[in-house]
């Protein structure tokens, strides 16, 4: 690709319809894969031009079967295990179309989820991100989607965000690339890709009509331990700053409506802000 095909300026050809290059990191999910193939195949609006799986050194490598879908299921696979950021990248630079969509491994695209990528991608924006619902109802998966809410409640459709949901987003592929991709970090890499496409001058915008449904808990756990790392790779913070944030928490959580949400949201939030007020190690 030529120099300024990468550029950030280059206005994507719209003479003719997107082609859309779903890329899914994967690791010791192959049921999920399957149903999540399967959503695709039936709600695809006729954009779809390839599924990239990308599995990242599971257990027992991935297959797909001898299940026949109305697009091409590219495989790759990484030999250890890389993380989301590196598999997507490396999705993203064997893509041959000219959107790239990412999905995570346990969601599902509502039905219009296609359309709406096709109509709400436009020249003007380098990229969209949209809400995510659960289809499970523990406490786990009851706190984090009330955070994803108040962030949602915050923001107008259309609306340029600073945020970017690596398991429900579409970004045009020389945006991506031009912008380097995601970060390859431990967390947050997701928002990082944000900062990366706002440097070439591209906007990220919410759709909120951009949905898929989600498993929201891998368990209480995991919860604590993504809070704390968090929380241990962000800027540092005063003990007062952290206290802040903290007593800001707590006035904020759903204590009538669902105590118990409410009450985890806070315990994480506490774990969170105690990791960022410790000494860098």
Not at 157 to 166: E, L, T
Not at 176 to 198: I, K, Y
Request: aromatic share 8%; charged share 20%.
């Amino acid at each position: 690709m030529s120099t300024e095909q990468n550029s950030i300026s280059h206005t994507p050809d719209r003479s003719r319809a997107k082609r859309v290059s779903a890329v899914v990191a994967t690791r010791n999910r192959p049921s999920d894969i399957r149903h999540l193939l399967s959503a695709i195949a039936a709600y695809d609006s006729g954009i779809v031009h390839e599924v990239l799986l990308v599995d990242d050194a599971s257990d027992t490598p991935l297959h797909t079967g001898d299940t026949e879908y109305p697009f091409p299921v590219r495989m790759l696979r990484n030999a250890t295990r890389c993380g989301a950021a590196a598999s997507r990248n490396l999705a993203a630079k064997e893509a041959t179309g000219d959107v790239l969509a990412f999905l995570d491994d346990d969601a599902r695209p509502l039905p219009d989820w296609f359309h709406i990528l096709d109509t709400a991608l436009t020249d003007q924006r380098a990229a969209i991100t949209g809400r995510v619902l659960p289809f499970d109802s523990s406490v786990v998966a009851r706190a984090r989607q009330y955070r994803y809410e108040v962030r949602y409640a915050k923001h107008p459709a259309y609306s340029p965000v600073s945020f970017f949901a690596g398991g429900n987003s579409a970004v045009w592929t020389d945006h991506f690339l031009s912008a380097g991709g995601f970060p390859d970090v431990v967390t947050a890499s997701d928002n990082g890709l944000v900062e990366r496409l706002a440097e070439s001058g591209g906007e990220v915008c919410f759709v909120p009509a951009l949905r898929v449904a989600h498993r929201n808990s891998k368990g209480a756990g995991i919860a604590f331990r993504e809070a704390w790392r968090a929380g241990r790779l962000a800027p540092r913070s005063t003990p007062a700053a952290a206290l802040r944030r903290f007593a800001d928490s707590a006035r904020t959580q759903p204590w009538s409506d669902d105590p118990a949400a409410a009450g985890l949201n806070l315990s994480l939030q506490a774990a969170n802000s105690l990791a960022t007020a410790l000494p860098a190690v």
